[in-house]
């Protein structure tokens, strides 16, 4: 798939996104919309196996969203890649709905890991990276965490495990937007420097922008290619990307907007993808 063709479905997911939160008046856009790249890249070039008519291949590659509250992006990316009708994007929170305010693995397909609690995704994924090795299984598993996230010490006991087991079909994203729910997270309580501490865990560590579609490439193909240790792809996202009013604000990690701030928010969506079409 070209790089335009992932531009616009990164697009319409941005636009999933605003249009699920804004229909459950919760939620949380800001850390969705930064990672709608991360997302659009693994479910359409990434990972292997993936398809909506099977979607327990066991030998499909597994993702986890450790940082579950941006549940509305993994929805978004599920919907545009064909796992369930984007008219369900409508009933996010709703009583009834399949779509949560965090990941339930046995409600959705697609899904692999339940999560929500911050933390704890990651270790779940480092226990199927060590699945996989211990059948002799090929398949890969992706982790995506928030920055806000990694200030839990669960995160690094993972990372200690993952690289003393040298598990090198393990990728672990942080969507490093620099924001959380109370604000800078260098005035909060500052994960810095991060290259050096996923070293000392025995991980590789690449550096990305997570918006760009080939610096996403390279990394995701060095970390296939690295053998021996896991790989920590440091991912510098924009909170709130692709909406004006949201971008770099931490007032807007977790709300919705509401009619007004809606339609501005289409509308800024709306001209990023005409100017894809081009």
């Not at 063709?5 to 939160?21: D, F, P, S």
């Not at 890649?81 to 009834?96: H, W, Y």
């Amino acid at each position: 798939m070209n790089k335009l063709e992932l531009q616009k479905h990164a697009n319409e997911i941005r636009k999933g996104i605003i249009q699920g939160v804004h229909a459950a008046k919760a939620g949380h856009p800001g850390g969705s919309l930064s990672s709608a790249e991360i997302l659009t890249y693994l479910y359409f070039e990434e990972m292997k196996n993936i398809d909506p008519a099977n979607p327990d291949n066991p030998d499909r590659d597994r993702f986890v969203l450790s940082k579950g509250h941006a549940a509305p992006v993994l929805y978004a990316t599920l919907a545009e890649r064909g796992f369930f009708p984007k008219e369900e994007l409508l009933t996010l929170r709703k009583i009834g709905s399949r779509l949560q305010g965090h990941p339930d693995m046995n409600e959705l397909p697609g899904v692999d890991m339940s999560t929500g609690s911050l933390g704890q995704g990651l270790s779940t994924a480092v226990g199927m990276a060590l699945a996989a090795k211990m059948d002799n299984k090929d398949y890969r598993v992706y982790s995506l965490l928030g920055d806000g996230e990694i200030q839990e010490g669960q995160i690094w006991e993972a990372c200690m495990f993952a690289g003393h087991r040298k598990l090198d079909n393990l990728v672990v994203i942080l969507d490093n937007n620099g924001l959380q729910i109370d604000g800078n997270i260098k005035d909060v309580c500052s994960p810095y420097p991060l290259d050096e501490k996923f070293l000392a865990f025995n991980f590789n560590v690449i550096r990305v922008d997570a918006h760009d579609f080939d610096a996403l490439a390279a990394a995701f193909k060095e970390a296939e290619e690295t053998k021996g240790m896991p790989t920590a792809i440091i991912a510098k996202s924009v909170k709130g990307k692709g909406v004006s009013y949201m971008e770099n604000n931490a007032g807007w990690h977790g709300k919705a907007p509401n009619d007004e701030e809606f339609e501005i928010a289409m509308k800024d969506l709306a001209e990023i993808e005409a100017s894809l079409c081009q």
